[in-house]
């Protein structure tokens, strides 16, 4: 942290007519090539008739150049445009071979090479990071069955019961046509007017809601394949699965306040946090948890196990944790992997089977078909980060970019030519699926046991801590308030009525909206009496230490050694990791007159980018920030989000001109005076924040 980086090796230059600079290929610098392999002398002028001539048509290096870079861009995802990736591999901890089939559940401590795409869903490619939205969780697994991928979000449900209903709830969601804003935010009317006529999505709003919908970041969120799948067994029998991705940090989000900020002070957050983490050896890691259940649990649950708006609580069906997910290298090239890499509902495994749960069955043609849109043709199953890592081969050729064409005579089969000209055929150890029995009338309907569309929600709400339906209130009226058709308000409220009285009334109140509207007609009465369910909250999930968070310190010249020393190592010790956040980013020298390099420039290193902060001025540095206007937000900010912060004496200069006089200040505000003091502050902070400031600092 301390360290200068190292300058790059230094690569032979000399300086052009016009003053530009020419860096030339030898020793370890490659030689720099058209697409053909031809070496290029100069890449910095054009061809030119005469030097202040006219560029010729000739030029072939740069109508290559240029051609190429016009070409750079393909469409971005229709949703979950916005998404960041990374290598690792699943490693099985518990056979499943009592259910299962799959061979990637059949050995413990067998690995399988995985590639995970984090994202947002509404926002466009280059929108923030921690908007208020729903976390795409995508896992493909290279298995030696071939790809499986296990396309989830961080959501145990969705907004609608049937694939047919999504293209609208996107138009919805997205920027409204006329106008292409408001860009990454449902927090406006159409989002709103569409939810608001569609009472199945009421469970899912209040999970988006949530703090599930603004991270802290990938690391600290669950996964979720929302569906009911199916588990097939070596003798053919079926097991009723749901899939989990419990992460081994625990759960943590940030505040609605802090979010907003965060956007502006770094769009980037959630994928900077991934790629510190990896970088730094401080791999992301999750366990796969599977719900197991059969028919007989399915006829007895109150909810139809086809319906993705439901989850099944996890005190009813315990998460069995059967292995691990490990993050461990960053794609060399976003573009190639991240941006390339293709997920498809349809890619499963022997072992793995759909069900009919409507949704599922309409993403799995979805899926295909955009992948074919949005990568230029049929063969992007060719490219690296799509195609499997187990042996392939068909006889499907050609098309745009063909890689892998059958080699030899035959391209059909039967053919009667032998091996190897005749190429792959059929097996009957080869892919089937469960021979459910179907049979019924066409028809275009909703199944009546699809048609309770509150009672979960009202389980989701009544799951979470105080803090967490405070927090769900105040979201509910945020967005709500940005909904300029006061029609649309008071239809969200007369839903929010079945949810929960006080939630409905809160945000009625909040919302300045009264009377209170009629409940909304029901299709079926609530189910009384549904437990809560603990797993719902994050709260009651948390991390219990600093592990994986980040501690903000700020410093001035002359800092005191060993208190910061203290610090840093209490904060180490717990694979928590810090910044210091000084008056220029060259650094300070400190009280032993070391040189110490810091991360971010006081206005560049706002509070909101650290889990917890610490204030480590000398006087005379205090008496400098106190006139600057982003040292004073910083506190401010920290105190306002229920931060924990710990101070040296000089601070307090800075605290007063925050506006946190003594009298203003709570246990969370913490002095520090030795080094023993900085290991009871990081142990403090694992408790996240001190939620209870929260009713202090908000008004309305
Ligand atoms: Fe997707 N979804 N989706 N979705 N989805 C896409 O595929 C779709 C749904 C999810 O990182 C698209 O490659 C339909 C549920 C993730 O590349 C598209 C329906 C869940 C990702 C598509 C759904 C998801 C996508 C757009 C309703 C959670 C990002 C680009 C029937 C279980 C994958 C693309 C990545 C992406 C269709 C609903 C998760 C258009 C039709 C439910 C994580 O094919």
């Given at each position: 942290m301390t360290?200068?980086?190292?300058?790059?090796?230094?690569?032979?230059?000399?300086?052009?007519?016009?003053?530009?600079?020419?860096?030339?290929?030898?020793?370890?610098?490659?030689?720099?090539?058209?697409?053909?392999?031809?070496?290029?002398?100069?890449?910095?002028?054009?061809?030119?008739?005469?030097?202040?001539?006219?560029?010729?048509?000739?030029?072939?290096?740069?109508?290559?150049?240029?051609?190429?870079?016009?070409?750079?861009?393909i469409?971005?995802?229709?949703?979950?445009?916005?998404?960041?990736?990374?290598?690792?591999?699943?490693?099985?901890?518990?056979?499943?071979?009592?259910?299962?089939?799959?061979?990637?559940?059949?050995?413990?401590?067998?690995?399988?090479?995985?590639?995970?795409?984090?994202?947002?869903?509404?926002?466009?490619?280059?929108?923030?990071?921690?908007?208020?939205?729903?976390?795409?969780?995508a896992?493909?697994?290279?298995?030696?069955?071939g790809?499986?991928?296990l396309?989830?979000?961080?959501?145990?449900?969705?907004?609608?019961?049937?694939?047919?209903?999504?293209?609208d709830?996107?138009?919805?969601?997205?920027?409204?046509?006329?106008?292409?804003?408001?860009?990454?935010?449902?927090?406006?009317?159409?989002?709103?007017?569409?939810?608001?006529?569609?009472?199945?999505?009421?469970?899912?709003v209040?999970?988006?809601?949530?703090?599930?919908?603004?991270?802290?970041?990938?690391?600290?969120?669950?996964?979720?394949?929302?569906?009911?799948?199916?588990?097939?067994?070596?003798e053919?029998?079926?097991?009723?699965?749901?899939?989990?991705?419990?992460?081994?940090?625990?759960?943590?989000?940030?505040?609605?306040?802090?979010?907003?900020?965060?956007?502006?002070?770094?769009?980037?957050?959630?994928?900077?946090?991934?790629?510190q983490?990896?970088?730094?050896g401080?791999?992301?890691?999750?366990?796969?948890?599977?719900?197991?259940?059969?028919?007989?649990?399915?006829?007895?649950?109150?909810?139809?196990?086809?319906?993705?708006?439901?989850?099944?609580?996890?005190?009813?069906?315990?998460?069995?944790?059967?292995?691990?997910?490990?993050?461990?290298?960053?794609?060399d090239?976003?573009?190639?992997?991240?941006?390339?890499?293709?997920?498809?509902?349809?890619?499963?495994?022997?072992?793995?089977d759909?069900?009919?749960?409507?949704?599922?069955?309409?993403?799995?043609?979805?899926?295909?078909?955009?992948?074919?849109?949005?990568?230029?043709?049929?063969?992007?199953?060719?490219?690296?980060?799509?195609?499997p890592?187990?042996?392939?081969?068909?006889?499907?050729?050609?098309?745009?970019?063909?890689?892998?064409?059958?080699?030899?005579?035959?391209n059909?089969?039967?053919?009667?030519?032998?091996?190897?000209?005749?190429?792959?055929?059929?097996?009957?150890?080869?892919?089937?699926s469960?021979?459910?029995?179907?049979?019924?009338?066409?028809?275009?309907?909703?199944?009546?046991?699809?048609?309770d569309?509150?009672?979960?929600?009202?389980?989701?709400?009544?799951?979470?801590?105080?803090?967490?339906?405070?927090?769900?209130?105040?979201?509910?009226?945020?967005?709500?308030?940005?909904?300029?058709?006061?029609?649309?308000?008071?239809?969200?409220?007369?839903?929010l009525?079945?949810?929960?009285?006080?939630l409905?009334?809160?945000?009625?109140?909040?919302?300045g909206?009264?009377?209170?509207p009629?409940?909304?007609?029901?299709?079926?009465?609530?189910?009384?009496?549904?437990?809560?369910?603990?797993?719902?909250?994050i709260?009651?999930?948390?991390?219990?230490?600093?592990?994986?968070?980040?501690?903000?310190?700020?410093?001035?010249?002359?800092?005191?050694?060993?208190?910061?020393?203290?610090?840093?190592?209490?904060?180490?010790?717990?694979?928590?990791?810090v910044?210091?956040?000084?008056?220029?980013?060259?650094?300070?020298?400190?009280?032993?007159?070391n040189e110490?390099?810091?991360?971010?420039?006081?206005n560049?290193?706002?509070?909101?980018?650290?889990?917890?902060?610490?204030l480590?001025?000398?006087?005379?540095?205090?008496?400098?920030?106190?006139?600057?206007?982003?040292?004073?937000?910083?506190?401010?900010?920290?105190?306002?989000?229920a931060?924990?912060?710990a101070?040296?004496?000089?601070?307090?200069?800075?605290?007063?001109?925050?506006?946190?006089?003594?009298?203003?200040?709570?246990?969370?505000?913490?002095?520090l005076?030795?080094?023993?003091?900085?290991?009871?502050?990081?142990?403090?902070?694992?408790?996240?924040?001190?939620?209870?400031?929260?009713?202090?600092?908000?008004?309305?």
């Amino acid at each position: 942290m301390t360290k200068t980086p190292k300058a790059p090796k230094a690569v032979a230059t000399h300086t052009g007519a016009g003053g530009e600079t020419h860096q030339t290929a030898g020793g370890d610098t490659p030689v720099m090539t058209t697409q053909q392999g031809l070496a290029v002398s100069d890449d910095q002028n054009t061809l030119r008739a005469g030097a202040r001539g006219p560029a010729l048509m000739e030029d072939f290096h740069f109508r290559e150049k240029i051609f190429h870079f016009d070409h750079e861009r393909i469409p971005e995802r229709v949703v979950h445009a916005r998404g960041y990736g990374a290598h690792g591999y699943f490693e099985l901890t518990d056979s499943l071979a009592d259910v299962c089939k799959a061979d990637i559940f059949n050995r413990v401590g067998e690995r399988t090479p995985a590639f995970v795409r984090f994202s947002t869903v509404a926002g466009n490619k280059g929108s923030a990071d921690v908007v208020r939205d729903v976390r795409g969780f995508a896992v493909k697994l290279y298995t030696s069955e071939g790809n499986w991928d296990l396309v989830g979000n961080n959501i145990p449900v969705f907004f609608i019961q049937d694939a047919i209903k999504f293209p609208d709830f996107v138009h919805a969601a997205k920027q409204e046509p006329d106008r292409d804003f408001p860009q990454a935010q449902t927090a406006h009317d159409n989002f709103w007017d569409f939810v608001s006529l569609s009472p199945e999505a009421t469970h899912m709003v209040c999970w988006a809601m949530s703090d599930r919908a603004i991270p802290r970041s990938f690391r600290f969120m669950e996964g979720f394949g929302v569906h009911t799948f199916r588990l097939i067994d070596a003798e053919g029998q079926s097991t009723y699965v749901k899939f989990h991705w419990k992460p081994k940090l625990g759960l943590q989000s940030v505040v609605w306040n802090e979010a907003l900020k965060i956007n502006g002070a770094d769009p980037d957050f959630h994928r900077r946090d991934l790629w510190q983490a990896i970088k730094s050896g401080n791999f992301p890691e999750w366990e796969l948890g599977v719900q197991l259940f059969d028919d007989d649990f399915a006829d007895s649950f109150d909810f139809d196990i086809l319906d993705p708006t439901k989850l099944i609580p996890e005190e009813l069906v315990p998460v069995r944790r059967v292995g691990r997910l490990v993050l461990d290298r960053m794609p060399d090239n976003f573009f190639a992997e991240t941006e390339q890499v293709a997920f498809c509902t349809q890619n499963i495994i022997p072992g793995i089977d759909f069900t009919n749960d409507p949704l599922l069955q309409g993403r799995n043609f979805s899926y295909l078909d955009t992948q074919t849109k949005r990568l230029g043709g049929p063969n992007f199953t060719h490219i690296p980060i799509n195609a499997p890592k187990c042996p392939f081969a068909n006889f499907q050729q050609d098309g745009h970019m063909a890689m892998h064409n059958p080699k030899g005579r035959a391209n059909y089969e039967p053919n009667s030519w032998s091996q190897p000209a005749g190429g792959p055929r059929e097996t009957p150890a080869g892919y089937t699926s469960f021979p459910e029995e179907e049979s019924g009338p066409k028809l275009r309907q909703r199944s009546e046991t699809f048609a309770d569309h509150y009672s979960q929600a009202r389980q989701f709400y009544i799951s979470q801590t105080p803090v967490e339906q405070t927090h769900m209130r105040d979201a509910f009226v945020f967005e709500l308030s940005k909904v300029e058709t006061p029609a649309i308000r008071a239809r969200m409220v007369s839903y929010l009525l079945h949810v929960d009285q006080a939630l409905a009334e809160g945000v009625a109140s909040g919302l300045g909206l009264s009377p209170l509207p009629e409940p909304a007609r029901a299709a079926r009465p609530v189910v009384e009496g549904l437990e809560p369910s603990p797993a719902l909250s994050i709260l009651k999930n948390g991390p219990d230490s600093f592990a994986g968070r980040k501690l903000g310190i700020v410093v001035t010249n002359g800092v005191n050694a060993d208190l910061l020393s203290a610090l840093i190592a209490a904060t180490e010790a717990v694979d928590g990791t810090v910044e210091l956040i000084a008056p220029t980013v060259a650094g300070i020298t400190d009280s032993d007159g070391n040189e110490i390099v810091a991360q971010q420039k006081i206005n560049g290193g706002p509070s909101v980018l650290y889990d917890a902060v610490a204030l480590l001025p000398t006087v005379e540095g205090a008496n400098l920030l106190r006139h600057e206007a982003t040292m004073r937000d910083f506190i401010a900010d920290a105190f306002a989000h229920a931060k924990f912060i710990a101070h040296n004496d000089a601070a307090e200069i800075l605290l007063a001109a925050a506006g946190l006089h003594p009298r203003a200040r709570d246990a969370g505000v913490i002095a520090l005076e030795s080094g023993d003091d900085a290991t009871t502050f990081i142990q403090t902070c694992a408790a996240l924040r001190l939620w209870s400031r929260e009713n202090q600092v908000h008004a309305v």
